[in-house]
């Protein structure tokens, strides 16, 4: 039994028992037992080239078996050379540096440091307060969860957390416009504009956001030209960009970084999940020299000093799956098939309590609500996303569930974003096991109360 207490590991839900996953192939997970699940959401939004594929394996183990480990202040190596110049190939022309973490929390953590050391070496030191969205979601370290508006993973390290002045996310679904017509002050950033001057753009080092919206908004696309509004207010007050690519970057949403459909270059990004497919725990901050210029020319060094920072075997993983990417041209995959997978998915709007169906590229989002003309939400108490969520993995589906993102208490969404293979069969048998579960689901939850 692989559950809480049967077993020495310290699992993530301590209610649960956890099939033991044997093997990994295209868009399917296998466990012990026999039993096959649709991964629809690739894991955490990680799985992008699908599970399974031998070179990754076996360029890590190459890589390995020459040199494993050797640390990032003495020495440098091949995978890290490499991998550095083909992310830079794909970014922004300025975007020229790449820090490798481990995890997206650290990516976070690093590009707020650095935006901080940077204005202290310009010589700005009163420039240290972050500004970010509600809802948003940056990481669970402690920094990047002062970034983060997820109340239900702050509340019990409140007295730990960084003041982050918030800014309304741009959120069609909730906000006062719905993206139709004349933008509202959210939509058109003039919500942004507010927090800037009442803060004082002199401490305002950083403004970090999500491009399309990760887990905290479920999938939700902001309007055309907000981001390009940000870009000019960060210009004009001299704030530097974050866009946090975690969940959205290496080609989740049809292009390599989300906001490359906006036409907005930002300051700093951060990259982690899909840049190794899942197959290692690799993270990147992307930096233009013009940033690390100032810190070459002052201290000589960033401050932010990690263990397993530049790894040779991720970074292996991670060249090895740019490669997968680029063989079988899969950003461009995601693209072409994503309106047929958000074509399948509207089909859920039928249904009484889903209030809307969402995203962009292979990333979606479900939000479900008790009342579709309200948009009210379920109350939490009902953990309606997570039921939901659970009777998909008994039907062999795995979706992402998330919440609070209605009132920053309740809120149910479902997430998919599956691997960039996903063919019309996969996503027919999504769609089809999705509404199962939710048929099954919340008819009875409601029943019960
Ligand atoms: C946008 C975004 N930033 C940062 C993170 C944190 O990444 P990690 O869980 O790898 O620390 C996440 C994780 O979901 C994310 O979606």
Known sequence: MHAYPHSHVFYRKLRRAYPLIVRGEG???????????????????????????????????????????????????????????A????????????????????????ALKLARQYWVERGRPAKHTVLALAPSYHGNTLLALSASAREHYRTLYRDWLVPVPRVPAPYPYRCACHSVGEPCDVCSGNALAAAIRHEGAETIAAFIAEPVGGSSTGASVPPADYWRRVRELCDRH???FIADEV??????????????????????????????????????????????????????AFQHAQTFSHHAVSCAAGLATLEQIDRQDLVTRCARIAPAFHAALATLAELPHVGDVRGRGLLAGIELVEDRETRAPFPRALHV???????????????????GQADGTNGDLLLLAPPFIVGPTEIELMVTRLRAALERTIVPLLAAR
């Open 238 to 240: 001299e704030i530097l």
């Open 247 to 300: 969940l959205t970057g290496a080609g989740r949403t049809g292009t390599w970084l989300a906001l490359e459909q906006y036409g907005v270059v930002p300051d700093l990004v951060t990259m982690g999940k899909g840049i190794t497919g899942g197959y290692a725990p690799l993270s990147a901050l992307l930096a233009p020299r013009r940033i690390v210029d100032v810190i070459a020319a002052g201290s000589g």
């Open 27 to 85: 868009c399917y997970l296998h466990d012990e037992a026999g039993r096959s699940y649709l991964d629809a959401c690739g894991g955490a939004f990680v799985a992008n080239i699908g599970h399974g594929v031998r070179a990754i394996g076996e360029a890590m183990a190459r890589q390995a078996a020459a040199v494993g480990y050797v640390n990032g202040t003495t020495f440098t190596h091949e995978p890290v050379e490499a991998l550095a110049a």
């Open 87 to 110: 992310l830079a190939a794909r970014a922004p022309a300025a975007l020229e540096l790449v820090y490798f973490l481990a995890s997206g929390s650290e990516a976070v953590e690093a």
């Open 385 to 403: 996303a997570e039921a939901v969520a659970d009777a998909a993995l008994d039907l062999g589906l795995v979706v992402w569930p998330n919440v």
